[in-house]
T-cell receptor, first 114, second 109 residues
């Protein structure tokens, strides 16, 4: 998990509330990613960013928003429009090599609904 | 993001035995990667095999790739209790990474 810090480790959301998950990296990586993982399942891409001030929707972007104001930071907001937010959220970063791109992951944030 | 299928979904073996996990993917790739996830933690990269390679070794890990069948396998030899984790394959093609659903490996001491 070195180099990528996610916080908090656990987060609880109330009905109608927006919550923001933090992701910071000190690896000087250009690209950053947010994934959602449901129990016993693989990773689904929410959003990704390849450069500051630019980001793209992944496969399940509805109900989520992101920003990339700094290279080191890529926060994810889970909005009230996301009706089933309970999941494990993983942030990753990479050098963005066209041929060989390895992703480095944070330790994750577990989000639950109160 | 899920493209591949992993087989089996769960595998339970005794310490010292070998563990083999299989992965299939759907599109052409630049490379295929394997990651490990301990319970409640992030993924850690294990090994990468390029599309023009057929086999690669790293310590107790051996990965094979068959691009004609769009499949890969991960072999962990002489398994240890500490190898207990979920293992995911990820197919990579031009900045697009797709993860499989994973194999849950349990190694009993």
């Amino acid at each position: 998990d070195g180099g990528i810090t996610q916080s908090p480790k656990y987060l609880f959301r109330k009905e109608g509330q927006n919550v923001t998950l933090s992701c910071e990296q000190n690896l000087n990586h250009d690209a950053m990613y947010w994934y959602r993982q449901d129990p016993g399942q693989g990773l689904r891409l929410i959003y990704y960013s390849q450069i500051v001030n630019d980001f793209q929707k992944g496969d399940i972007a509805e109900g989520y928003s992101v920003s990339r104001e700094k290279k080191e930071s890529f926060p994810l907001t889970v909005t009230s429009a996301q009706k089933n937010p309970t999941a494990f959220y993983l942030c990753a970063s990479s050098m963005l090599s066209a041929q060989e791109d390895i992703q480095y992951f944070g330790a994750g944030t577990r989000l639950s609904v109160l | 993001s899920q493209q591949g299928e992993e087989d089996p979904q769960a595998l339970s073996i005794q310490e010292g035995e070998n563990a083999t996990m299989n992965c299939s993917y759907k599109t052409s790739i630049n490379n295929l990667q394997w990651y490990r996830q301990n319970s409640g933690r992030g993924l850690v990269h294990l090994i990468l095999i390029r599309s023009n390679e057929r086999e690669k070794h790293s310590g107790r890990l051996r990965v094979t790739l068959d691009t004609s069948k769009k499949s890969s396998s991960l072999l962990i030899t002489a398994s240890r209790a500490a190898d207990t984790a979920s293992y995911f394959c990820a197919s990579y093609n031009n900045n697009d990474m797709r993860f499989g659903a994973g194999t849950r490996l349990t190694v009993k001491p």
